[in-house]
């Protein structure tokens, strides 16, 4: 009997073995062909870190989900490659609640592993960090001490990190090296799903903190590529869904889908953004960045519903790309990027220039370019919408650029943005607005600020100061040529000159040389009855050099009032010399000055 009993006995305790060994594994060096986790003791990582692997590909499946604990990190090997993969045709899941402050899967110096979900057949693979901590350095994924070239793909990487953005910690986060010679280099994340880990939300997807020592050290060559990165947000810290500080350079972010499943609301506002590079540092910041074909906004996957921010956090912010890079440094793109159906309403920030509580496309600092940008709609109204109660001065954008470097800014599409003002502290309005160096050159050929559709920008404000620009340029020597401005609505403003109602150019600056050629303005109208308001097709001042104005045609600027005060104007000179020729002006007011 006693016999029988011992045999049962190890039969049971052969198919717990088998019931918990998930994890496959083929092509190693002294490894066994099962194990039950990656991360606790006598687990995958621990076998791999123990014994050389020198040139092996070492091949592991998932048959089932692992329970993790963090305790072990993969560390540095020789390797040729490591490959994981779910199989079976069923998700495979592998996560835990690991202690605060630390992360759950650690590539620890480790090369050339690849976690792909598959998601075909039926197989995909979920990666879950269930802890919601604020504690430094808790994550989902960590790359730390020069992991290089590996790849995290076709998976859902799922965490609850809930500190501000400059606290080490996220669903991912590239981290430090202490090798000279390289940081955590050429890692991709692509064809991901990055978000919550239950009903935490993240207040960041991706981040990257890497060292500052010198330019090669830092995290370089990083590509996000067509994730859907959601649900990233903190009621009372600042959030982002990929966010870098120092020792970062050269990020390729593609592709990818940001949007809010539904309504975030503040409650001691501070900055929100889906993605945010900060650090202009000659040695470790910022440079050669690509940001292009992104879509932020909506409430979906599939662009639908409305990514909704309110709230009554008096510093809460939207800048939907935020780029503060090395001035002089590797050029940045910011281009073909779509910012649509986005919502921010309540009590906000106020601020003006890059304090401003609202702005699509931020270039801070650094040599940028932003083509082919997509803000709002060129077809429908209200597609971008932006309304407060805020009591002070404040400014909104669409594309702003407040950097040092010669700027190219084409064939970007705005339109569709809505601007409700309750207080009575004044609000500017920009379609597209440097504030660079004097001296430095502003290039913009065929943007389109205002779409298709009436009162396609659209401005109700209490303050007699609200001014709408379409186009604006503070300092800088422009090169304006086929910009079209149009459909822009305004029921307020009593400035004149540089302050005017709504002003489809204008150009502040007495920095030669300057040229405005062949752009169309059209259809500008303020619609308050009373009030001494102006509205101006090209606001322009000039100065000593050849500056040029030409071929421009300007018609239907409208306003509504009474007041003998008011002004239409087509063409308006602020001083310097310039030549006017060829321009085509034809006013659709009570008042009416070709230049004047």
Not at 343 to 372: C, D, E, R
Not at 480 to 503: K, L, Q, W
Request: glycine content about 14%; overall charge neutral.
């Amino acid at each position: 009997m006693r016999k029988i009993y011992s045999l049962l006995l190890a039969l049971l305790l052969f198919a717990g073995v088998k019931i918990n060994a998930q994890i496959n594994v083929s092509g190693g060096t002294g490894l066994l062909a099962t194990y039950a986790s990656f991360t606790q003791s006598g687990g995958l990582f621990a076998a791999i870190n123990a014994t050389a692997q020198t040139g092996n590909n070492i091949v592991v499946t998932l048959t089932g989900n692992t329970t993790e604990d963090g305790a072990n990190s993969l560390n540095a090997g020789a390797w040729a490659s490591i490959n994981i993969t779910p199989t079976g045709g069923a998700t495979r899941t592998v996560s835990g609640a690991v202690t605060a402050g630390t992360p759950m899967i650690n590539l620890n110096g480790a090369d050339n592993v690849t976690f792909d979900g598959l998601n075909t057949g039926g197989n995909a693979l979920v990666i879950s960090n269930t802890t919601a901590a604020g504690t430094s350095n808790t994550s989902t994924i960590r790359f730390i001490g020069g992991a290089t070239n590996n790849t995290i793909t076709n998976c859902s990487v799922l965490g609850s990190f809930s500190a501000t953005v400059a606290t080490n910690g996220g669903n991912i986060f590239f981290s430090t090296d202490a090798n000279t010679a390289n940081g955590n280099d050429n890692n991709t994340i692509s064809n991901c799903k990055i978000g919550p880990a239950g009903a935490n939300l993240p207040t960041k997807g991706i981040y990257g903190n890497g060292s500052t020592t010198t330019t090669a050290i830092g995290n370089s060559g990083i590509t996000i590529n067509n994730n859907e990165i959601f649900d990233y947000f903190g009621a009372a810290v600042a959030s982002a869904g990929v966010y870098t500080a120092g020792g970062c350079n050269n990020w390729t972010i593609t592709n990818n889908k940001f949007y809010q499943q539904a309504t975030r609301t503040w409650t001691t506002g501070t900055q929100h953004s889906a993605i945010w590079l900060l650090s202009s540092t000659s040695t470790s910041g910022m440079q050669g960045a690509t940001i292009t074909g992104n879509t932020i906004g909506y409430a979906t996957n599939t662009q639908t519903g409305t990514y909704t921010l309110t709230g009554t956090g008096t510093g809460a912010k939207f800048i939907g790309i935020h780029l503060t890079a090395i001035t002089g440094g590797t050029a940045n793109s910011i281009s073909n990027n779509t910012i649509a159906a986005v919502s921010m309403t309540g009590v906000t920030a106020t601020g003006t220039s890059t304090s401003s509580p609202f702005t699509a496309i931020l270039a801070n600092t650094g040599l940028t370019t932003t083509n082919g940008n997509t803000i709002g709609s060129q077809s429908a109204t209200g597609s971008l919408v932006y309304s407060t109660t805020a009591g002070s001065t404040s400014d909104v954008h669409a594309i702003y650029n407040f950097g040092s470097d010669v700027w190219t800014c084409n064939n970007n599409n705005i339109g569709g943005i809505t601007v409700t003002q309750a207080g009575t502290s004044g609000i500017s309005i920009y379609g597209i607005r440097a504030n660079t160096g004097t001296g430095v050159a502003w290039t913009a050929t065929g943007n389109n600020v205002g779409g298709t559709v009436a009162n396609s920008i659209s401005v109700t404000s209490s303050a007699t100061s609200t001014i709408v620009a379409g186009m604006y340029s503070a300092n800088a020597p422009m090169a304006f040529t086929s910009n079209v401005i149009r459909n822009i609505t305004t029921n307020n403003g009593t400035g004149t000159s540089t302050s005017a109602s709504i002003m489809g150019i204008c150009h502040t600056s007495t920095t030669p040389v300057n040229t405005i050629a062949q752009c169309t303005i059209h259809s500008l109208s303020n619609t308050n009855a009373t009030a001494a308001s102006v509205v101006t097709g090209i606001q322009f001042t000039g100065s000593t050099g050849a500056n040029v104005v030409q071929r421009n045609l300007i018609y239907n600027l409208n306003v509504s009032t009474t007041s003998a005060s008011a002004e239409v104007n087509g063409i308006r000179v602020g001083g310097g010399t310039t030549t006017y020729r060829n321009n085509m002006i034809a006013l659709g007011a009570n008042i009416s000055n070709a230049i004047g």
